[in-house]
């Protein structure tokens, strides 16, 4: 595992917060997912190793758990609220739009490598529907024109990194 | 009669300008006095006011918190737990986030009045994957409180020790079910454990008494710790005592989160003169009362029958909008209070679609333990979503019926009755609209926006 030094000590201290180890699990497979970017076979293990478990013990949490994933996804994630509320207010309309956007289908990854559009239960933010979360923030009220402006924020800042 | 005005117990400072989430804040406002005082006293002189002010957890049940509280095994010598449930993630509701947004701290002063009152040493805030901001918050809170000794070791030389530590979920809705929460924190899958035996308050974590409440109720406790139990059950009314926070969405004018005294306000008085009533152009037609699982309530229809007004027996005659928005009323007319959130739809919803939205929830959500509810859950999507997709027959109803009626009562935990309520509940009041819907279907315009 080629973890960065700060998460290896994240990881560290987070272990001692429980009486049992294996109650770091969740807290470890968070901060290899964010290190990462997604949980390979080999972070399973690491991880079992790491809390004195077999790696079936990890790979059963990342099977249960919707927001682990076994695969790399988009550098920028976008999750749009399915739940009854937010489709009320038109949140199947926003999560086509946001896949016209980008060309992809729901879980899968755009051609540029930039965006992976997910269609996912209740974001708890219900009386501003639709929401969506792009990475780690939540947009309220989304409508067409913020699809619009929130993807086109989007293309602008993947034009302004560096060509890898 | 108009409704009445708001009042801000817990939301005192929600969306209030210039207030921030810092400590320096909070300690300006008050903050942690309370707290202070709490410490000067017995812990068991705190279980007696959260006992006498009646307070009823918040998440779902509505089961009374002093209760809870007593069936704590004190006696086995093993280490008590506190786990705040911070998993909010019953559709409809979204009050803990504002908490933990805007004021982390009302949430963890409350917290340590509650580990105090039960000689808790450790307690955990399992806070849902899906708010990773909130998480942020609150362990800069914690760390802020640890600095000033309002948390950790030996808090204001009271000798009293108490860690609290933030734990992510990751996703999935079942956490909100003690003991499938506890599972979880354990580092497991979130199966929910079967009671008898595994009673939290007994075999909780680790196999140790263990209380969990729900963050609101938790921010109550801090404010019936001030005024005393006594004085608490002045808010509200008999039995449904406090404040209540619904937080209303979808179709009405003014959706959002509103605190009022408990059963003081209907909820005709809370959709049409709070929320503004329903959009231009459009009647209300149905609304769930207290999170997606709550049973619905279509507008026309009227719950007659007995109820307890002081100590008389009085007939009650009410309409959708005349119903008053606490446990027991919500309860008496078949439905619930539940987490407090309210689901409004218009006429422009076919309740078929609405349910099959619904029924995705549940069978994505279903643990998988048990075959009835793993299963029937799945059928439920299965058929909700074949009706509007593909081919709709008239026994489609029946057949619903027949698999929702299957599931509760036969699992290990209460989501078997929450995936089945809204089937079973949406077939009753809206039966006929589910018998013609293969014939409506060929007619009708596509939807304005799609629910499924």
Redesign the interface.
């Known amino acids: 595992m080629n973890l960065k030094p700060a998460t290896l000590q994240q990881i560290d201290e987070v272990i001692t ?1 429980y ?2 180890k ?6 470890l ?2 901060l290899v997912q964010e290190d990462a970017g997604w949980i390979s076979p080999e972070a399973m293990e690491w991880i079992a190793q790491k ?1 004195g478990l077999q790696p079936i ?1 990890v790979y ?2 990342v099977t ?5 994933r076994q695969k790399p996804i988009g550098r920028r994630h976008i ?1 749009v609220c ?4 937010c ?7 926003v999560c086509e739009q946001f896949q016209r956007e980008f060309g992809c289908h729901t879980g899968g990854v755009s051609a540029d490598g930039e965006v992976t559009v997910d269609f ?10 639709p929401v969506v ?1 792009i990475d ?3 947009h309220e009220k989304v409508d067409a024109a913020k699809v619009k402006a929130l993807s086109d924020q989007i293309r602008t800042a993947a034009s302004g990194r560096p060509a890898p | 009669m108009p409704a009445p005005q708001q009042r801000r117990l817990i939301f005192a400072h929600i969306d209030e300008p210039g207030y921030s989430n810092d400590l320096a804040c909070y300690l300006r406002h008050g903050g942690y006095a309370v707290m202070k005082q709490a410490f000067a006293r017995k812990p068991e002189e705190l279980i007696d006011e959260v006992k006498k002010s009646g307070l009823r957890g918040r998440g779902g049940a509505g089961f009374p918190c002093g209760v809870k509280w007593t069936l704590v095994d004190r006696k086995s010598g093993k280490p008590i737990y506190l786990i705040v449930n911070a998993d909010e993630s019953e559709p409809g509701t979204f009050k803990d986030r504002c908490i933990i947004h805007q004021d982390p701290h009302q949430l963890i002063e409350g917290t340590m009045i509650s580990c105090f009152a039960n000689n808790v040493k450790q307690a955990y805030i399992y806070i849902r994957g899906e708010m990773p901001h909130g998480a942020r918050i609150l362990e800069k809170a914690i760390a802020e409180a640890r600095a000033a000794n309002l948390v950790g070791q030996n808090i204001l030389g009271s000798n009293y020790s108490c860690e609290i530590y933030v734990h992510r979920g990751a996703g999935a809705y079942i956490c909100g079910e003690e003991t499938g929460l506890i599972e979880s924190l354990e580092g497991k899958r979130a199966h929910p454990r079967i009671k008898p035996p595994y009673f939290p308050a007994v075999l909780g974590l680790y196999q140790c008494p263990t209380i969990v409440n729900n963050v609101e109720t938790l921010c109550h406790v801090k404010h019936i710790a001030d005024m005393g139990g006594e004085a608490y059950t002045k808010i509200g009314t008999p039995n449904n005592t406090g404040t209540r926070i619904f937080c209303v969405s979808g179709h009405v004018q003014r959706p959002g989160h509103y605190e009022f005294e408990c059963g003081r306000i209907t909820l005709g008085q809370l959709l049409n003169d709070v929320c503004g009533g329903p959009r231009p152009g459009r009647t209300f037609k149905a609304v769930i009362p207290g999170g997606s699982s709550a049973k619905i309530m279509r507008f026309g229809e009227r719950y007659k029958g007995k109820r307890k007004v002081g100590a008389e027996m009085v007939d009650y005659d009410w309409g959708v909008e005349d119903v008053p928005m606490d446990f027991d009323s919500l309860g008496m007319i078949g439905t619930m209070g539940g987490s407090g959130g309210v689901i409004v739809m218009d006429d422009s919803v076919n309740m078929v679609e609405a349910l099959a939205n619904i029924n995705a929830f549940y069978s994505h959500e279903s643990c998988g333990q048990c075959t009835p509810c793993r299963e029937g859950s799945l059928w439920m999507k299965k058929i909700t979503t074949r009706m509007v997709h593909g081919d709709a027959r008239e026994q489609d109803a029946a057949l619903l019926k027949g698999v929702a009626d299957q599931i509760p009562g036969r699992t290990i935990c209460a989501f078997g009755e929450a995936c089945s309520w809204p089937t079973q509940s949406f077939l009753a009041k809206f039966g006929d609209e589910f018998k013609n819907y293969h014939e409506m279907k060929k007619t009708a315009a596509p939807s304005a926006a799609p629910l499924i």
Not at chain 1, 64 to 68: A, D, E, H
Not at chain 1, 82 to 85: E, F, K, P, V
Not at chain 1, 120 to 129: D, F, H, K, Q, R
């Open positions: 917060h009486p049992v294996r109650s770091a699990a969740l807290p497979l968070h809390l013990n059963e949490l249960f758990y919707p927001m682990f999750k399915r739940t009854l509320s489709a009320l207010t038109g949140g199947y309309k996912v239960e209740c974001l708890a933010s219900c009386g501003t529907g979360m780690d923030d939540l």
